[in-house]
């Protein structure tokens, strides 16, 4: 089973958010993030958080569904977002999509993509999804699918990243190196509609925009 979670931020291409979801989609609002569920007509299985980001008209809709309700106190270390993925990672969920998880506070964006690389969560595969852009984690290897044309931005964190192999992209790596805090695996190119990177040692986060992006 697939999780997707909406979270707190800014939520672009509203129109293309229903075409991601599945039937069997295990549907989670962090805190705010059932305000986007409200706005698009979707009622979340669970909603987790502090709740002091709901519209107060919404919290009493959410009431009167019956959804799962669990609320944190406002005094917690992690944030909304972090909660859920942990709540779905209970649940035996393996693979999560992120909407709404980045834009309005720079902090909070920063913050959330950096949680796939949380220890308490490597059990998750967690991918983020902003208006046509997909962000990965990637631990080992990743099949990318997508069209040609599309960027793809591989960036380090936690440190350097060695053996780095890139196949369908136009700019090649061979067993190479990415060197944190360095911009060398920024904005390379989809040849076809299918690319892999494998890495031998590290982590890297990859972006995958739209062509129109």
Same mark, same amino acid.
């Given at each position: 089973? #697939?999780?997707?979670?909406?979270?707190?931020?800014?939520?672009?291409?509203?129109?293309?958010?229903?075409?991601?979801? #599945? &039937?069997?989609?295990?549907?989670?609002? +962090?805190?705010?993030? +059932?305000?986007?569920?409200? /706005?698009?007509?979707?009622? &979340?299985?669970?909603?987790? =958080?502090?709740? /002091?980001?709901? #519209?107060?008209?919404?919290?009493?809709?959410?009431?009167? +569904?019956?959804?799962?309700?669990?609320?944190?106190? @406002?005094?917690?270390?992690?944030?909304? !977002?972090?909660?859920?993925?942990?709540?779905? !990672?209970?649940?035996?969920i393996?693979?999560v999509?992120?909407?709404?998880?980045?834009?309005?506070?720079?902090?909070?964006? *920063?913050?959330? *993509?950096?949680l @796939?690389?949380? $220890?308490?969560?490597?059990?998750?595969?967690?991918?983020?999804?902003?208006?046509?852009?997909?962000?990965?984690l *990637?631990?080992?290897? *990743?099949?990318?699918?997508? $069209?040609?044309?599309?960027?793809?931005? !591989?960036? @380090?964190?936690?440190?350097?990243?060695?053996?780095?192999?890139?196949?369908?992209? +136009?700019?090649?790596?061979?067993?190479? @190196?990415?060197?944190?805090?360095?911009? #060398? =695996?920024?904005?390379?190119?989809?040849?076809?509609?299918?690319?892999?990177?494998?890495?031998? $040692?590290?982590?890297?986060?990859?972006?995958?925009?739209?062509?129109?992006?």
């Open positions: 089973m #697939r999780a997707v979670i909406f979270a707190n931020g800014e939520l672009k291409g509203q129109d293309t958010v229903k075409s991601l979801l #599945r &039937p069997d989609d295990l549907i989670g609002a +962090a805190d705010g993030g +059932a305000n986007h569920c409200h /706005d698009l007509g979707l009622t &979340p299985d669970v909603l987790i =958080g502090d709740l /002091d980001s709901i #519209r107060e008209v919404d919290f009493q809709f959410w009431q009167d +569904a019956g959804m799962e309700i669990i609320m944190h106190d @406002p005094d917690k270390d992690e944030n909304d !977002l972090e909660l859920t993925l942990l709540y779905a !990672l209970e649940k035996g393996e693979e999509l992120i909407l709404g998880g980045l834009g309005l506070r720079w902090d909070q964006s *920063i913050a959330n *993509i950096l @796939p690389a949380n $220890e308490k969560l490597c059990g998750l595969e967690v991918s983020f999804w902003d208006n046509g852009t997909y962000i990965y *990637i631990k080992d290897e *990743i099949r990318i699918r997508g $069209e040609e044309g599309n960027t793809v931005s !591989l960036i @380090p964190i936690r440190g350097d990243v060695e053996g780095v192999t890139t196949r369908g992209l +136009a700019w090649a790596l061979k067993d190479e @190196p990415l060197y944190f805090g360095e911009t #060398r =695996g920024v904005s390379n190119i989809m040849v076809q509609d299918e690319a892999v990177v494998t890495v031998r $040692e590290g982590l890297l986060l990859c972006v995958v925009g739209s062509i129109e992006n």
